[in-house]
C-alpha cells in the first residue's frame, strides 16, 4: 500500500515532530525534486535531515549554504540537498547537474528555491515553512505542481 503524504498544513510545535513530518513525507514522496521554502531558521535544513532520515540516510545532514549542493548515498539511495541562496540563475542550477540528478530518479531537496523562479515550473513538491505561535513551533504546508516544463 502506497504511504500518504502527511496532513497540509500541519502544524509542528517541536524540532523533532518537524522531523517526523519529514520523515514520513520522504516515505510517500521518496523522488523527485522538493522545493523547501522559508524564512531564516525556518528549518529548511532539519527538514531535509528528516527527509533524509525517511530515505534511510543515516549520515549527519548539513546546510549546503557554502557547498552549494551537498550528496548523501547510502544503502543504493542517492540524495541531492541544494542550497540556492547564493545562486543568481536557472543556468546555474543546471551547471549544476539538476536534470541528470532527476533523470536519474535521484531525489533532490532545494533550499531557497525562490531565487531560481525557473525551478517552479518543473514537477515537484513545494515544502513551506513557517514560523508557529510557539519559539519552536512551525506551520508546513505542502503542494505537488506538476509544471509546464518537464526535466
Known amino acids: 500500500m502506497p504511504h500518504r503524504?502527511?496532513?497540509?498544513?500541519?502544524?509542528s510545535v517541536s524540532p523533532e515532530e518537524t522531523l517526523k513530518h519529514a520523515t514520513r513525507t520522504a516515505a510517500a514522496v521518496p523522488g523527485g525534486l522538493i522545493l523547501l521554502s522559508g524564512g531564516l531558521g525556518a528549518g529548511k535544513t532539519?527538514?531535509?535531515?528528516?527527509?533524509?532520515?525517511?530515505l534511510g540516510i543515516t549520515d549527519d545532514i548539513y546546510s549546503p549554504t557554502y557547498t552549494i549542493m551537498n550528496?548523501?548515498?547510502?544503502g543504493g539511495i542517492v540524495l541531492h540537498h541544494l542550497d540556492l541562496y547564493r545562486i543568481g540563475c536557472f543556468e546555474e542550477v543546471i551547471d549544476l547537474g539538476?536534470?541528470?540528478?532527476?533523470d536519474a530518479g535521484h531525489p533532490c531537496?532545494?533550499?531557497w528555491p525562490e531565487r531560481v523562479p525557473a525551478l517552479y515550473d518543473l514537477p515537484h513538491l513545494e515544502v513551506c515553512l513557517e514560523p508557529g505561535d510557539g519559539?519552536?513551533?512551525?506551520?508546513?504546508?505542502?503542494?505537488r505542481h506538476e509544471g509546464s516544463r518537464q526535466a
Open 71 to 74: 550528496v548523501y548515498r547510502q
Open 98 to 102: 539538476l536534470f541528470e540528478i532527476l
Open 5 to 11: 503524504l502527511p496532513e497540509s498544513p500541519f502544524l
Open 109 to 111: 531537496v532545494i533550499e
Open 135 to 143: 519559539f519552536d513551533s512551525r506551520l508546513i504546508r505542502w503542494n
Open 46 to 54: 532539519l527538514w531535509a535531515k528528516g527527509y533524509a532520515a525517511g
